[in-house]
């Protein structure tokens, strides 16, 4: 597993807005780096590719909306309801590219999902276990 192919799946992950919403990467009580070339990121990398499985827990920001624009996507959701439907996400399967009907696509599961007030508008943050990488 190489930091480019992590790269590609965060940025698939995080569509809406751009790969720095990418807060951690966390494996167990380590935090990792995307870039840093350290002892943790050395060895788990030696780990995934000896065939081991890892599960990391990633922060994200995964949804934002300002106010009066539409996102990349052209979604724009009614401001009254965006807090629940932040929470709505908690326990849910972490998806690539929202396909839905493809369960291949499944990566892992959202843990936590908040709305969280930014200056001109929201974003959604989660916390999210990733198992398939």
């Given at each position: 597993?190489?930091?480019p192919r992590i790269q590609e799946i965060a940025e698939r992950l995080c569509r809406s807005v751009?790969?720095?919403?990418?807060?951690?990467?966390?494996?167990?009580?380590?935090?990792?780096?995307?870039?840093?070339?350290?002892?943790?990121?050395?060895?788990?990398?030696?780990?995934?590719?000896?065939?081991?499985?890892?599960?990391?827990?990633?922060?994200?920001?995964?949804?934002?909306?300002?106010?009066?624009?539409?996102?990349?996507?052209?979604?724009?959701?009614?401001?009254?309801?965006?807090?629940?439907?932040?929470?709505?996400?908690?326990?849910?399967?972490?998806?690539?590219?929202?396909?839905?009907?493809?369960?291949?696509?499944?990566?892992?599961?959202?843990?936590?999902?908040v709305m969280v007030a930014i200056d001109g508008g929201v974003e959604f943050r989660m916390t999210?276990?990733?198992?398939?990488?």
């Amino acid at each position: 597993m190489s930091v480019p192919r992590i790269q590609e799946i965060a940025e698939r992950l995080c569509r809406s807005v751009p790969l720095s919403a990418l807060h951690c990467v966390r494996v167990g009580d380590c935090t990792l780096s995307l870039t840093d070339d350290n002892e943790e990121r050395t060895g788990l990398l030696a780990r995934l590719a000896a065939g081991e499985r890892i599960e990391l827990d990633i922060e994200m920001v995964a949804f934002r909306q300002l106010t009066g624009e539409m996102n990349r996507n052209f979604i724009r959701f009614q401001d009254d309801q965006l807090g629940e439907l932040a929470t709505s996400f908690a326990n849910k399967p972490l998806l690539i590219d929202h396909r839905q009907r493809d369960s291949t696509k499944r990566i892992g599961t959202v843990l936590s999902a908040v709305m969280v007030a930014i200056d001109g508008g929201v974003e959604f943050r989660m916390t999210a276990r990733v198992a398939k990488l």
